[in-house]
């Protein structure tokens, strides 16, 4: 028995025909189910699955069209094809011509081995075909499937964020207000240690309040994302200007090429590189000016931007990783942050279509990379 090969069922009570039967069949690439009455056909059919049944009409107890007519009222086997042997009968002939619904079809006997081959091979070619349409329709439904999982548990995703957001939002707000209000009203009633609690408060609130911002961000990412036709130069103008504070404050220096026009979210493409230009700021050595070079470069169906720093740069084994969503490196535990940036951004960069990935060496620098189609005009 070969899994890979379609069944074929050979059903005479004469064990004769069925050797000679079994002979000329041998050489197809099958697996030979024999059987010696419409009954033990009948069993077989529904214990297996077959791609053809050839069947002598002519059988004591259950005739060939009995067994077919039993075939036919049940669902398994109702549509397997079959082809009848009957020796030269008006009788028989005139009721197989006009059987001729469906997969059926009959031979006289002296069986001529090369009409009956040419035969198998033509429902087999239907075999293989209807097989191939079952499949692509089960990875459709598959597909499908998939797709409406990933819609549930997105929309689980941002109810559960706005959950988050709601009520660890308020809360914050309130313990970072008293926080500054104590700064503010009874600053000199506190001593140092007092006053950097308080600061410390305020900061830690205000990164959480930050993070639970990302995290709706991101959550709220879908498919709707409303496109135009972008000036990257004009873009970058504003994260430009939009980063300045943090800019200056690193001393940092921003090498911006001369940029191509794209068709993307506006919003999102101006995420994208803040993002990527605050990593190059947040992950700098401590010891060097920071340095940050962007540029585009056109291929065939797409631009690929790069964002290239002088920083800490990134273990090789961590350069997938680091797109993952809370995934965030030992090594980088001490600074800000909260590992939703570069997942952030690689959503971003697919739902326009295109790539983003890294390269980078430790102690080096990082350079990331990411493509937006063209073919999105
Ligand atoms: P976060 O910045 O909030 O930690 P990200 O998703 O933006 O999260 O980045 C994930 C991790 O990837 C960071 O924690 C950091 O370790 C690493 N990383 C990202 N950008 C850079 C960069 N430009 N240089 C070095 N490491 C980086």
């Known amino acids: 028995m070969n899994p890979e090969y379609p069944n074929l069922l050979i059903v005479d009570d004469q064990p004769r025909e069925r050797i000679a039967l079994r002979t000329v069949l041998e050489p197809l690439e099958v697996n030979l189910f024999e059987a010696a009455s419409g009954q033990e056909a009948l069993a077989l059919l529904l214990r297996h699955s077959f791609m053809l049944v050839v069947m002598d009409v002519r059988m004591p107890v259950m005739d060939g069209m009995e067994t077919a007519e039993l075939m036919r009222k049940n669902k398994a086997t109702s549509s397997i094809p079959i082809i009848f042997l009957t020796a030269y009968d008006k009788q028989e002939l005139s009721i197989l011509q006009g059987y001729q619904l469906g997969a059926i079809d009959y031979m006289l006997k002296p069986i001529n081995e090369d009409v009956l081959l040419n035969k198998i091979d033509v429902f087999a070619r239907f075999y293989r075909f209807e097989r191939e349409r079952e499949q ?8 499908e499937r998939q797709a409406a999982e990933l819609r549930r548990s997105n929309e689980e995703l941002l109810r559960f964020a706005n959950i988050v957001s709601h009520d660890l939002k308020e809360p914050l707000r309130t313990v970072r207000g008293f926080a500054k209000r104590l700064i503010r009203r009874h600053y000199e009633l506190l001593d140092d240690e007092g006053r950097e609690a308080l600061e410390f408060m305020v900061d830690a609130t205000g990164r959480m309040s930050q993070f639970i911002q990302n995290l709706m961000d991101y959550s709220k990412l879908d498919g709707n994302l409303a496109f135009s036709p972008l000036d990257c130069n004009a873009l970058l103008g ?6 300045s504070a943090v800019i200056t404050e690193a001393g940092c220096t921003l090498h911006i090429a001369d940029l191509p026009q794209i068709y993307g979210s506006r919003s999102e493409i101006m995420a994208l590189f803040q993002n990527l230009i605050t ?11 920071v340095l940050v070079g962007i540029q585009a470069r056109e291929n065939l169906d797409s631009w690929e931007f790069e964002v290239s720093d002088n920083g800490i740069g990134i273990a090789e084994d961590q350069h997938q990783r680091i797109f993952e969503i809370f995934r965030r490196l030992q090594s980088a535990s001490s600074t800000e942050g909260a590992g939703i940036g570069l997942a952030h951004c690689k959503r971003i960069v697919e739902l326009h279509g295109g790539q983003i990935w890294v390269e980078s060496e430790p102690g080096k620098g990082s350079t990331f990379f990411f493509t937006i189609p063209k073919s999105a005009e």
């Open 136 to 143: 692509e329709r089960e990875q459709e439904r598959e597909r």
């Open 279 to 289: 990593n190059a700021i947040k992950f700098r050595k401590p010891d060097k000016p």
């Open 238 to 243: 504003t994260v430009e200007k939009d980063l």
